[in-house]
């Protein structure tokens, strides 16, 4: 690949991502002297767990008090007039020379950036959760309704069913319920056994008493309100003609059916790993998150002068992202000049609360273990939405001889559709896994390609590197 440097703009510290871990990032770099520019999918500063914290469409009341935090989060981040590109998709990413150059979409061109060192703060997505029927309308993820409630205020006009496991399936109830607009029911995926666990850990219980106290507040609020919450819910079907009509679901051993014209589904979040992978990194399993994770040293760096930071890196929450925004913000800090010591005062006291709140997060991330037995889904269940392949047809092939995620890719086409596989590659993975019996690292997964985020022709032939590049 030929290159011409003289065709891109350059920065010296370039911040994907502005959610919490990437506004703290760019504000304690701007606070030592030093000029980020981050890059933001997004309208506006916050990400999705502080998205339209700006002008918010729904009050505290509803969104709940911690939007403040995000609040004065986005004003500091303002303060300190950091360069903030808004509504620009970082299609391409790789590593050149000493840095890094990147593909930035923006108001319908491309122009290529190259920045000496790379924060990655791109956060999470939604862990994809096939079951018979949920491509249905009138099937969607709580995740996706969410969104509707912070950015545009809006409200499901009857009253919906959540089911899963984790806590936004609490959360948005008790957002609904704030609202006027509580949900018929919520049907609880996570197994009797792990709700026992904070009483066997007290020392993790202890560390995290604050997300069980506010987790515990909202199911009583519910309750209270008449919202029944049924528990040991063991399989799940969306039943309906051209719209979902019912939902049929497995209690205890029997089955039960219940009307619905809207089903919130969840269980849980995992990092969003196409830009990790895009670049190479190392990525493990980790079984406590069902997902895999980019290795990184205890400076948060996956590579020479690029961290991964947030929840893009391991699920821990916003308040960790923040403190791991900060915490990649004084080694970049450092690796220009070292740290006072002030600045070394304040790394090693984020540090000790980071791992205090991650001692936390392995009590939540055990409690909210989802049973992912994608193996024993109905054959018929569609595992990959844009291609419309059956958990059958990846049996199918895998009798047929695929042995790994790029053979299913290559002979059924499994996550070449618009998404490119975020909505598959868990499960296909999973799948293989316990179809040939190894792990998922043993597995791994398809290899990424750029674009890694939706680009069109004529979008890229705007870019410069249309003309400076030979493939």
Known sequence: MSENPTSSQVAEVAIIGAGPSGLTAATRLTKAGLKPVVFDLNAAPGGQVYRQVESPQADLRVTGIDYRLGQRVVEAFRRARVDYRP????????????????????????????????ILCHGAMERPFPFPGWQLPGVMTAGAAQILLKQGGLLPEDAPILVGSGPLIYLLGW????????PTCILDLTPRLQWRLPLRQPGK?????GYLFKGLKMMLALKRAGVAIERDIEALEAIGDKVLEQIRYRQRGHWKQRPASLLLSHVGVMPETHLTRSLGLTHRWHAEQQSFLPVRDDTLSADENLWVVGDGAAIGGAVNAMREGTLSALEVIASYHGLTKKE???RDGLRRERARDLCARQLLDAMFLPSLNIDAMPEETIICRCEALTRGDLDQAISDGAEGPNQLKAFTRCGMGPCQGRQCSLNATLLLSRRLAQTPDQIGQWQIRPPVQTITLGELATSSMVENRVT
């Open 205 to 209: 219980a202890w560390h995290a008493r």
């Open 87 to 118: 509504d620009s998709r970082v299609w391409w990413v790789q590593r050149v020379d000493a840095g890094f150059e990147l593909g930035v979409l923006h108001e319908g061109r491309s122009a290529v950036w190259r920045a000496r060192r790379l």
């Open 175 to 182: 957002q609904y319920l704030q609202a006027g607009h509580p």
């Open 344 to 346: 070394r005062h304040e």
